[in-house]
Nanobody
Framework: QVQLVESGGGLVQPGGSLRLSCAAS????????MSWVRQAPGKGLEWVSD????????YYADAVKGRFTITRDNAKNTLYLQMNSLKPEDTAVYYC?????????????WGKGTLVTVSS
């Protein structure tokens, strides 16, 4: 069965960096676009970033553009999110999600999330 397991979250000071990972299994990882989505405390889901199946096309929400980088290693079935220059408003649970097809397709599987807290 499809499994997505995020890791790498934690407490970081403003201006710091973290790298999130998402280990995928149960499907042919290299043939699907993947996404990162976050949910801040008390707020709704917010799309963060997409990457196409080959890893050569990436997309970002305006709130993270220039600070976050999405990548994938199809040989390792792993998705990454490098987060730099973190701000308190980046505090959220971060989820990776598999899309059913390309970038604008629905997200059909989600991980359980990893908490990122940005605070001094």
């Amino acid at each position: 069965q499809v499994q997505l397991v995020e890791s790498g979250g934690g407490l970081v000071q403003p201006g710091g960096s973290l790298r999130l990972s998402c280990a995928a299994s149960g499907f042919t990882f290299s043939t699907y676009a993947m996404s990162w989505v976050r949910q801040a405390p008390g707020k709704g889901l917010e799309w963060v970033s997409d990457i196409n199946s080959g890893g050569y096309s990436t997309y970002y929400a305006d709130a993270v553009k220039g600070r976050f980088t999405i990548t994938r290693d199809n040989a390792k079935n792993t998705l990454y999110l490098q987060m730099n220059s973190l701000k308190p408003e980046d505090t959220a649970v971060y989820y990776c999600a598999k899309r059913v097809g390309g970038r604008y397709s629905a997200m059909d599987y989600w991980g359980k999330g990893t908490l990122v807290t940005v605070s001094s």
